[in-house]
């Protein structure tokens, strides 16, 4: 069984949240014995070694939001649909590859399969839409913080709203996230088939070998942050870590901070503004290897997570829960994980001053040390556990299984 | 236990002693005397990040305003040091005697009135001018060429301007190598528990300062008890050790020889009752609610206009532009609001000895040395009861609220009325009140850090 996945970005080499939770979906269907083939329209900022074969990069197809920013997911289902040589390039694909269904991973590729549909190309390929969040309000928000006007980043929500009612109607089985997603989905299509696939994490691998990675910290206790170039990411940590400056610790290294948000965090005017004395605390590593951002999550003291809008749930929480660090979390950044707050070594935090508070506690702490009840509860936020004991899995072996047994029919 | 007191600020000050330059030179000019062989000076030299050994003689130079230390290697010329031409010291000292001015002056055939002359030394002071004789300028490695030795049992003392002149970071990576210890004077934490009421362009500078000296501190000497409250809940909320703690008062001595005898009360307060507001005039002191309560008292004839003054002495800081401008316009206040800057000590003095009765309403304090002068000179004194103002006058003080102009109006139409009861509360300052000397404040100082470092002095 074959299933084609059309997602906004690559996933050879899963890296942001996303990726990894289309990584971990391709592990599900093969477990379930289907095939996961990822075709995906990208902006230009991949390496060679991310992209896989059937990606395209997004062209001057779109001309729609061109003067608007955070566009690119919007414009790759555009740009798909539309741009002859986009076309061309998927419905041959889909002619040579016959995929027995769509996974539609987000919602912004969703006019190429309505127009594949129409045209006939796939017009009986049954559709998995596998939300990764209610994609509008987030989309707002990050426009509005970006300098959107409102009545623009409005209609920009609207039209998100409707390409997801869209695709839902179209879709014959939702997969999302969260319970209040769900609630959401099931308030879009009544009756529809829909099962909660939850946010997960690959275990961390065990004991990862020293690095010099780690010389900065001299082996004193850190907090780490990972996060890529995504508002999200980068606003909450300015804003609950960076506002008043890195005094809460002593003039050394104390922070790691990792991935695409570094650049953007360094220069935000809230870090800027006691650049020196926070340098004598934050060490960045924005280009870090797979193998030293584990070496620094094995090492960390505890991990932050200053997320404070998004939708969704949050890969990085279930990250962090599954390393048995001491976790400092907004409750932006609990959603999907909401049965540990309150947990032991889960610290939650608000404003400025109480995430301060909570990382000054978690940094007097000593390590932590979880019990073997609350370390099976963190361990169970692995991708594998979340599917099954969420339900998708069950849910999608059945759909599958039908669709084989419909097909078989269908030959005879 | 070695100490040594850092002149890193008086060593670059040019002019009078007021403010931190005057704490920074009392407490140094004790640290021999009181400590004897234990004691010595030092210089933090920004280039190399170090310490350099003072000897006495040239910490005695600087104290006395002798001697200025230039810290770099060329550069621009100090500021004010040794620059004014002897024409205008000449000047300067022929305006300190209005009288001999006037008298000259009549010689070339100008007339000018004492308050002219008055007006004519406000306009020209300069708040940097320096003594008739200038200080000696020398290079730090001519007079302090040797590096303080460092270790466990040496103790560097610093009461100065650490935010412009120290690299507080740098000592803090010093000391993890030297393993010596450091003492901070802590002045106040306004700039992080009310930086709206800091000038905007040092409250970062003052935020970053305050981020890092508690982390480098072992002791922390506060000049009031509530400033040292206010250390202990900052390192609490950021989570820092808080150092070894105590706190000491500042000395009020009052000015023993002054240079204009002859001179007079200007124009404007002779033959009035007035109330005096020394500070500068800027948000954080409180101007404003003095002015809408004297406005309110004018206006509803419970203060004479002919003969009640409110008398604010003080440079124009920051941010009271549009107080001023009202106050110049509105008719209830223009002539029955009296400001005054750049007075001599013995202006001072002599404006304080004419006040019925002092004001203070200031947002906060660390200190309020206003109010220890006021009561020095026998003055009733009204005050705000925020900070750590009470700590001063105790019962001989009357607070007000800073916020309710109503009760400051009430509070001033009393002290204008009930001239028995002015009476009794000056004759108990009189009796009561003992205005710390700074002999007797620095032996506090060096008793209490003396005992906390024997308390808590572990080789760090």
Same mark, same amino acid.
């Given at each position: ?15 942001? /949240? %996303? ?13 379930? %014995? ?20 059937? @990606? ?9 939001w061109?003067d608007t920013?955070?566009m ?64 509008a309000p987030?989309k707002e928000a990050i426009l509005i913080r970006a300098g959107v006007s409102r009545p623009k980043a409005k209609a920009i929500a609207a039209a998100i709203v ?18 209040? @997603? ?62 008043? &400056? ?167 | ?209 305050? &981020? ?58 002779? /033959? ?48 009271? /532009? ?12 223009? @002539? ?31 200190? &309020? ?23 001063? &006058? ?67």
């Amino acid at each position: 069984m074959k299933i084609l996945a059309l997602s906004t970005y690559p996933v050879a080499r899963p890296r942001h /949240g %996303g990726q990894k939770r289309v990584h971990a979906l391709k592990a599900l269907y093969q477990r379930l %014995g289907a095939d996961l083939h990822v075709a995906a329209v990208h902006d230009p900022s991949y390496a060679k070694e991310d992209v896989g074969p059937h @990606d395209i990069v997004l062209g001057h197809g779109s001309a729609t939001w061109a003067d608007t920013p955070f566009m690119g997911d919007l414009q790759s289902g555009e740009f798909a649909a539309n741009s002859p040589a986009a076309y061309r390039h998927f419905e041959s694909l889909v002619r040579t590859l016959q995929p027995d269904a769509f996974t539609l991973e987000q919602p912004f590729m969703w006019p190429l399969i309505r127009r594949l549909k129409e045209n006939g190309v796939a017009a009986d390929v049954p559709v998995i839409y596998s939300s990764h969040n209610w994609e509008a309000p987030l989309k707002e928000a990050i426009l509005i913080r970006a300098g959107v006007s409102r009545p623009k980043a409005k209609a920009i929500a609207a039209a998100i709203v409707a390409l997801e009612q869209d695709a839902v109607d179209g879709a014959d089985l939702v997969l999302t996230v969260s319970d209040s @997603d769900l609630a959401i989905y099931r308030a879009l299509a009544p009756g529809k088939l829909i099962a909660v696939a939850p946010n997960g994490v690959d275990l961390p691998s065990d004991a990862p070998g020293r690095s010099a990675i780690l010389d900065p910290y001299e082996g004193r206790k850190f907090l780490f942050y990972v996060g890529s170039s995504y508002p999200p990411n980068i606003e909450g940590f300015v804003k609950l870590v960076c506002e008043d &400056g890195f005094f809460f610790t002593p003039p050394l290294k104390s922070f790691a901070v990792c991935g695409g948000v570094c650049d953007q965090i360094f220069q935000s005017d809230a870090y800027q503004r006691f650049v020196h004395a926070n340098s004598e605390r934050v060490q960045f590593f924005p280009n870090t290897t797979d193998e030293d951002l584990d070496v620094l999550k094995a090492a960390t003291h505890g991990v932050v997570l200053p997320i404070q809008f998004g939708g969704g749930s949050n890969l990085k929480t279930a990250e962090a829960l599954v390393s048995e660090k001491w976790v400092v979390a907004t409750p932006t950044a609990m959603r999907g994980f909401e049965r540990f707050i309150g947990a032991a070594g889960v610290l939650i935090a608000e404003t400025p001053d109480q995430f301060r508070a909570a990382m000054i506690q978690a940094l007097r702490n000593p390590p932590l040390q979880l019990s073997g009840q609350d370390r099976a509860a963190r361990r169970a936020v692995t991708w594998e556990r979340a599917f099954r004991e969420g339900g998708a899995e069950e849910v999608l072996r059945t759909f599958l299984a039908s669709r084989t047994a419909g097909a078989a029919i269908g030959a005879l | 236990m070695k100490v040594y007191f850092d002149l890193s600020t008086s060593a670059r000050w040019s002019g009078h002693a007021v403010g931190i330059v005057r704490v920074e030179r009392e407490l140094g000019r004790r640290v021999l005397p009181v400590l004897g062989d234990e004691g010595g000076y030092c210089l933090f030299l920004p280039r190399e990040g170090g310490l350099r050994l003072l000897p006495a003689e040239a910490a005695a130079q600087i104290i006395a305003g002798e001697l200025q230390i230039r810290f770099e290697d060329g550069g621009p010329a100090i500021p004010g040091a040794g620059q004014a031409s002897l024409r205008r010291r000449i000047r300067n000292a022929i305006l300190r005697r209005p009288k001999l001015y006037q008298a000259i002056q009549r010689l070339r055939g100008l007339s000018f009135s004492l308050e002219q002359i008055a007006e004519v030394r406000r306009i020209e002071a300069d708040p940097d001018a320096q003594p008739a004789k200038g200080p000696i300028i020398r290079t730090i490695d001519d007079v302090a060429p040797e590096r303080v030795p460092l270790g466990p049992d040496t103790l560097i003392v610093s009461a100065g301007l650490d935010w412009e002149y120290k690299d507080i970071r740098g000592l803090y990576r010093m000391k993890a190598k030297h393993g010596f210890q450091y003492a901070a004077v802590i002045y106040d934490l306004i700039p992080l528990i009310m930086p709206h009421y800091v000038v905007p362009a040092y409250v970062n500078l003052l935020r970053d300062y305050f &981020g890092e000296v508690f982390w480098l501190a072992d002791y922390c000497m506060s000049i009031s008890a509530c400033t040292q409250r206010d250390m202990y809940a900052h390192c609490e909320r950021y989570g820092v050790p808080a150092p070894a703690a105590d706190y000491f008062p500042l000395g009020g001595d009052l000015p023993t020889t002054l240079e204009d005898e002859e001179g007079e009360l200007p124009h404007a307060l002779q /033959g009035k009752r007035y109330a005096i507001f020394v500070s500068t005039i800027e948000p954080r002191k409180n101007h404003r609610t003095l002015y809408q309560a004297w406005d309110r008292c004018i206006r509803e004839g419970r203060v004479d206009p002919e003969t009640c003054r409110l008398l604010f002495v003080g440079m124009g800081g920051w941010n009271t /532009g549009d107080l001023r401008a009202e106050m110049a316009a509105n008719p209830a206040t223009r @002539d029955t609001i009296v400001t005054m800057s750049n007075i001599s000590d013995a202006d001072l003095r002599r404006l304080y000895e004419g006040a019925e009765f002092s004001l203070f309403p200031s947002f906060y304090e660390g200190y &309020g040395l206003p109010v220890a002068e006021a009561l020095s000179y026998g003055k009733p004194c009204i005050s705000s009861d925020a900070g750590s103002l009470p700590e001063i &006058g105790g019962d001989l003080v009357t607070y007000v609220d800073p916020h309710n102009p109503l009760a400051w109006a009430d509070a001033i139409v009393e002290a204008f009325d009930d001239r028995a009861e002015m009476a009794r509360r000056a004759n108990a300052i009189q009796a009561q009140f003992k205005a710390p000397t700074w002999d007797a404040a620095a032996d506090i100082f060096f008793a209490r850090l003396t005992a906390l470092v024997q308390k808590h002095g572990a080789a760090p």
